[in-house]
């Protein structure tokens, strides 16, 4: 297992960043993992062993998502956003100037470039970034499966990366 | 060092590389990622190094934009000329601290591992299995908002259903801090005990053939020996229950001090007139090396009183000064024997 662990790392790392919005969040789930794989010792795993991996490390993101508060992901984004950190210091209050602008800019190219799509392209976006909806909640609210949710969000990301990236 | 992010490096990806990786992406942030949805992802992921890269723009991208979004997106009615730094707080810098990993470790916390695990069935039902090893406690926070601490040793399978929300407590106790759902009742089954609740906090232990249940908030149901059909028990707050498996007409109302039931989640075990066996196995849920009652004697001494959860030998030392008994310690075990 600890092998697998080592071979799956960064594919874990990844898959929970986009998850977890958050890259240094993931880092420290599959850090976390490590300890559980560690516990588990030297254990003969029925069929995929990284399935399983998937399976501890999804559980261990669930646990975290619901005790955490939704302000510690707002503080992060500050922090982000002033950006000047040390390791895990902030050195900084204040936010740099270039900074807000520059988000600010992006913000606003972001809403211009979703009018030129298609509207429940838009729409879908809207609800699920903007608004915050899960896939599932923003299905409801249109009267669409989560499936065609998932292609509309793709479709409006993929055309606003063309855009800003 | 500027406070602007990175620009995200797309040059020198095909456009076809960077469409799968949005895809990848938004399929990975949604709520019903299967394991079959990571193993292809994993096996996208490392098809190429140009997967991977593209992933990577495409994470940075989203991150970016969710951050920006957070940043203006509710400050749109803000006038203009505010764009400047004084729509930012002032904050102090914080170290992010996981709510789940706070709630007291035990002393031998680091042996054991807590393990949990799923299965899926076609009728968009799951069933999850949480096991906490000897001397390990564990939050769990469910998908419906509630929360359960498990105490060490313990086994528990949460089910949801459409209708109900199913906890099956095997040799196990929890405390329970029920969400509120009135459609999705929270159904607990102990044993031959039943347990039903909408929304409250309350504490159950199955243990040894025993079933107890004690109530700190709101109304709890509870149908000892289900079978026989008889109608529920309502406790409210402050009342208990207590049960021996198999038996018809035991159970009886009582007012409990529900923080005594409880405190073990402060590492706090609080006895009043319980035989020495109960103590022990409750030791043994929380260390390693197994304590042994040598004769009968001291299997049914009682005792009234708090024991701190620290170390193993200084409980056993602490129970030796409040109980006639004496104590023999070996690599392999602690003898507990009447004096």
């Known amino acids: 297992m600890m092998r697998l662990y080592g071979e799956k790392r960064t594919s874990l790392v990844r898959a929970f960043a986009a998850r977890m919005r958050s890259l240094s969040e993931a880092e420290d789930l599959i850090q976390d993992l490590f300890l559980k794989v560690q516990a588990l010792g030297d254990i003969e795993v029925e069929g995929d062993g990284s399935a399983l991996l998937f399976r501890m490390a999804n559980n261990l993101m669930l646990d975290r998502l619901r ?3 939704r302000s510690s992901a707002r503080d992060e984004g500050w922090r982000s956003l002033q950006g000047v950190s040390l390791g895990d210091e902030q050195v900084a209050d204040t936010p740099s100037a270039e900074a807000i602008v520059d988000g600010r800019q992006r913000y606003d190219l972001m ?19 903007l608004d915050g909806l899960s896939h599932a909640e923003t299905a409801a609210a249109m009267g669409i499966s989560r499936s065609s949710v998932e292609k509309h969000v793709s479709a409006a990301l993929k055309a606003l990366m063309a855009k800003l990236a | 060092m500027t406070g602007s992010p990175k620009d995200i490096e797309t040059s020198g990806l095909a456009a076809a590389d960077i469409d799968a990786a949005v895809e990848w992406l938004v399929r990975l942030q949604g709520q019903a990622v299967s394991e079959q949805d990571w193993l ?3 096996a996208w992921l490392t098809a190429s190094p140009v997967h991977a890269q593209a992933y990577d723009a495409a994470l940075a991208f989203d991150q970016r934009l969710e951050l920006d979004v957070r940043t203006h997106g509710e400050n749109q009615e803000a006038p203009a000329d505010h764009l400047g730094a004084t729509i930012v707080p002032f904050r102090r810098p914080t170290r992010r601290v996981w709510l789940w990993s706070t709630g007291g470790a035990l002393a031998a916390a680091a042996v054991a591992g807590a393990i949990a695990w799923s299965s899926g069935s076609l009728l968009g039902t799951h069933e999850t299995t949480y096991v906490t090893g000897v001397g390990e406690r564990r939050t769990i926070a469910l998908e419906d908002g509630s929360r359960v601490e498990l105490n060490a040793a313990s086994r528990m399978t949460v089910r949801f259903e459409r209708g109900a929300r199913r906890v099956k407590l095997d040799d196990a106790q929890a405390f329970f801090d029920v969400a509120k759902d009135a459609r999705r009742p929270f159904l607990i089954q102990a044993g031959d005990t039943g347990v039903r609740v909408v929304g409250t906090q309350f504490d159950v232990r199955h243990r040894d053939g025993q079933v107890a249940v004690a109530v ?6 509870v149908r000892p ?3 026989s059909g008889k109608t529920p028990f309502r406790l409210t707050a402050g009342q208990g229950i207590a049960h021996v498996e198999g038996q018809a007409d035991d159970a009886q109302v009582s007012t409990v001090a529900v923080e005594d039931v409880t405190g073990w989640r402060q590492g706090r075990l609080v006895y009043r007139d319980r035989p020495l066996s109960e103590i022990a196995g409750d030791l043994n849920r929380l260390f390693p090396r197994p304590v042994k009652l040598a004769d009968e004697q001291a299997a049914n001494m009682r005792l009234s009183g708090v024991l701190i959860v620290d170390g193993q030998d200084a409980m056993v030392d602490r129970l030796s000064n409040l109980l006639p008994v004496r104590t023999t310690t070996t690599d392999d075990a602690i003898v507990i024997r009447a004096r």
Request: charged share 25%; no cysteine; glycine share 2%.
């Open chain 1, 67 to 69: 005790s955490q508060t």
């Open chain 1, 111 to 129: 809403l211009t470039t979703l009018d030129t799509l298609p509207p429940r392209v838009a729409r879908a976006f809207t609800l699920h970034k």
């Open chain 2, 40 to 42: 292809a992802f994993d």
């Open chain 2, 216 to 221: 700190q908030r709101g109304v709890v149901e």
């Open chain 2, 225 to 227: 020996k289900q079978a």
